[in-house]
């Protein structure tokens, strides 16, 4: 062992012990050093960019441009030496890191680490940064973070057993402004208190929770218009096909996940072909998804459907047993575990608005279902092709006697359902696993949505699967994800005594066709 | 005309459905036990029934696969008694009485030696019986609620108290966790595992109120309220952590809601008992960093004998990418046990192989060596892993010795007294207060 110069370096060479408490002491030590590698150490150790050598007890710095530099010196390395590895951590750990880390990048030029390191220290509290975090309130220009950093301050001046009484009121009142649920974790977990903070702090932590009450029925209803989004996108297209055509399709929910597939075959060429356009992944494989199960509808319709119309009962089975027998041929060619479908940056993550969270993934799945709503709610309404399939669906002789190829219309139409659910494949890959069994889960609900909202009315679609989530999300709460599907369940039923064709029932002479 | 030929058709059908009765009948005949023995004289029936199709494909497939690379293995031994294995590939699909079914013909058509198989508590319950009537031998590879022991099954997978107690231990000593979320799917295995887990926290001082118990659907994908709640439960200023006994594919989904709603293992650390390199594989682990596992087993562990098991595992399987993880390690070490029980009978009749199971060891992958119990479960070393960013785990926390599987909890009021005794005792659920066979369960 190269004998070793000075205390940092000794602490450093510890994180070459592998042992949880060595590396949590090492932790410390440099954190407290005030060396200028201490920053980039740490930061490295926290995206597990520090490696050790257990034989010579170096540690090494991968920098995020590739290059390598010995963590003592800052010197750079030409390479790792063969049995360096990254340096372990566990969440005891992690913890520590962050901690020492938002003491570290408190004062840093970057206002995004600075807020990041406010944060973490109103988390951590700790007593001993209370100087610094005073030091970069009173340097700070940037109202937000200052804002970030009197929290901070707020924090850690409540958990000091020596600060005064005033100080501490003083204290409650700025987390009590901030209302969130960490917050109120902050203030629940205080502990033994003067009488007049732990007055001060219950009240504050009353008014934060009615709050709170508050924006949890607005976050309810967020997540029954997000589950209502994903309902109507996996029903859409059997609103055409059940709803329009009045096939009943049990073979749905496979298209769902042709879509899914689909998109996972298109982020595998894209991967190894072309990694810069995964972003534009979903983008690509929306197209190539309808294409395909809009193709494989036609082929079904034109090979199976087309003989049995007017027979429910075989209809039935008869796509049943297609539904197994495309299941196990996904199976067969893609294997029977889960496909990872990424998600793509821009669909990852979540903002707050107010206090509730909203991701991402759900927002964009909730414009992109109404977007597909928009386009084929005008295509029936608009095009050549819309009036035809209308026509045939209310009187197929008349239609037959105008001049339009029926069977012809009738292949497109169930195509076009096909393609609108792989399309929903697509979307839904990005919440749900992508296996040979994704369209089993979502074939219940999609016909629960078209009997409820009304057979053959797409606004009734629309109006069922958001009433329909929105109910789910507000009873859930309350009873349970399992008493609130059934209760739901329940409902329709009853629902469906009191009114048979749904919500929005067909009137006239297309009824009784 | 017309009548004629209804009437025709009639009587065909008729004479028919009786011409199938008659094979019916006669084909139960020949598949009875009755019949005459024609097993092959040169090979050992090995039975395999893991579900190829439907929902439980997704786990099941693996273990068929396992099976049939250690028969393999061992074949290129010279097989057992100097004997070629050969091994029997059912596929129960997925569907609990169709479990029944295949076993039954696995022992009474294929006259298997022993058999491989099942995962859900629900599929392992459904052949019970026939194993009992057919008197066969199952190696059951699942990590379980407990709550049996039966003559016919030998349970290779954890008991709760070798993965779901150590890894409440783990929480509490090194993450000082004093909030509890436990979040299942609702079944028995969940059902069980929370109330043994409940009782236990009780017994540790844990309050009813700092206890959160969730079930959810088979197959739950929208998580946004329950990870909502987490997150709630999780802000009343005492350190929280989710224990998991959710199931297959709702794992996924309840993953990436966490990882979207920002909940980092730092903060709120979900501890899971279903979820392995397997269903890793599924999804991007980034955002799951730190969150944990507890298994008597992981593709992780540095040991020679698993670095070759894995080494030759995807060898077989002509994948380099194809995972290893606990079920698997299960078969690996049940396969080895019964080898070396039917080479210490020299038989491989179901009663002398049942009877010298217990007390025969075998390694296991992680270093050490399991032993088959009285109560027909094995002792197993616990780990703890902390999910790591390429869907491995890194284990933070072991045992330090084996733990021995219990068949009836201690924690529970109705099976603290019973015990599993084959050798003994002769009973699978003796009751050691009264000093009596019988009691909860058979």
Known sequence: MPALAGPFEDSVAKFANDEFSDTEAAIGEVAASGNA???????????????????????????????????????????????????????????????ALGGLTLLS????????????????????????????????????????????????????????????????????????????????????????????????????????????????????????????LAAIGLAITFGVMGVINMAHGEMVMLGAYTTFVVQEVIRTRYPALFDYSLLIAVPLAFLVAGFIGVLIERTIIRFLYGRPLET??????????????????????????????????????????????????LCFTLAVFAILLAMLRYTALGLEMRAVTQNRRMAASMGIATSR?????????????????????????????LGQSYIID?????????????????????????????????AGAVLGKIAILVLIILFIQKRPRGLFALKGRAVEA | MLTQLTHGIATMTRRRALAATAGLVLGLAASSPLAPAQAADDTIKVGILHSLSGTMAISETTLKDTILFLIDEQNKKGGVLGKKLEPVVVDPASNWPLFAEKARELITKDKVAVVFGCWTSVSRKSVLPVFKELNNILFYPVQYEGEESERNVFYTGAAPNQQAIPAVDYLMKEEKVKRWVLA?????????????????????????????????????????????????????????????????????PFYKELGNQGIKATDIPVVAFSVGEEELAGIDTKPLLGHLAAWNYFESIKTPANEKFIKEWQAYTKNPKRVTNDPMEAHYIGFNMWVKAVEKVKSTDPDKVIDALPGI?????????????????ITKPVFIGEIKGNGQFDVVWKTPGLVAGDAWSKELEGSKDLIGDWVGKKCGNYNTKTNKCGGQGS
């Not at chain 1, 970057?110 to 944060?119: E, F, G, N, W």
């Not at chain 1, 009173?138 to 000091?160: C, D, G, M, N, T």
């Not at chain 2, 992680?366 to 119990?373: E, H, P």
């Open chain 1, 109 to 232: 030029p970057d206002p995004a680490k600075r807020l990041a390191a406010a944060q973490s220290v109103f988390k951590s509290h700790e007593e001993n940064l209370l100087p610094t975090v005073e030091g970069a309130l009173a340097k700070e220009s940037v109202k937000s973070i200052k804002q970030a950093f009197a929290e901070a301050r707020a924090a850690i001046v409540l958990f000091k057993s020596d600060a005064s009484d005033s100080d501490k009121l003083d204290a409650v009142a700025v987390v009590k402004a901030r209302g969130d649920q960490e917050a109120l974790a902050l203030l629940t977990g205080l502990g033994d208190q003067q009488p007049l903070v732990a007055k001060a702090a219950a009240s504050a932590v009353s008014s934060i929770q009615s709050n709170l009450a508050m924006w949890s029925m607005v976050q309810n209803a967020w997540y029954g218009l997000s589950l209502g989004s994903v309902l109507l």
């Open chain 1, 37 to 99: 590698l201490a920053s980039p150490i740490i930061s490295a150790l926290q995206d597990g960019r520090l490696s050790a050598d257990p034989d010579s007890k170096k540690v090494f710095i991968t920098q995020a441009d590739g290059k390598i530099v010995d963590a003592t010196t800052g010197a750079a390395v030409d390479k790792l030496p063969d049995n360096a590895a990254a340096v372990r951590l566990n969440n005891r750990l992690r913890r520590t890191v962050e901690a």
């Open chain 2, 184 to 252: 299942g799917t609702d079944y028995v295995y969940p059902r069980t595992t929370n109330k043994i887990l409940e009782a236990y926290l009780k017994s540790k001082g844990v309050a009813q109120d700092d206890i959160m118990i969730n079930y959810t659907p088979f197959g739950h994908s929208d998580w946004q309220t329950i990870v909502a709640d987490i997150k709630k439960f999780g802000s009343a200023g005492k350190k929280t952590a989710v224990v998991s006994t959710i199931n297959g594919d709702a794992n996924v």
């Open chain 1, 446 to 478: 999609s016909f629960m949505v078209v009997v409820f909202g009304g057979v053959g009315n797409l606004w009734g679609t629309l109006v069922g699967a958001f009433t329909l989530g929105i109910a789910n999300k507000f009873l859930e709460p309350v």
């Open chain 1, 409 to 437: 219309v009738d292949a497109l139409t169930f195509g076009l359902g096909s393609g609108i659910a792989g399309i929903a494949g697509v979307a839904l890959s990005q919440i749900d696993n992508v296996s040979p069994n």
């Open chain 2, 361 to 377: 060891e075998a390694p296991n992958l992680t270093g050490g060596t399991s032993k088959m119990l009285p109560n027909h479960h």
């Open chain 1, 316 to 365: 039935l089975l008869a796509t049943w047993g297609l539904s197994l027998v495309l299941q196990q041929a996904v199976r067969t060619a893609f294997g029977p575990t889960n496909r990872e479908v990424g998600n793509p940056s821009w669909m990852s993550g979540a903002f707050e608005l107010g206090q509730i969270t909203i991701t991402y993934n759900r927002l964009w799945i």
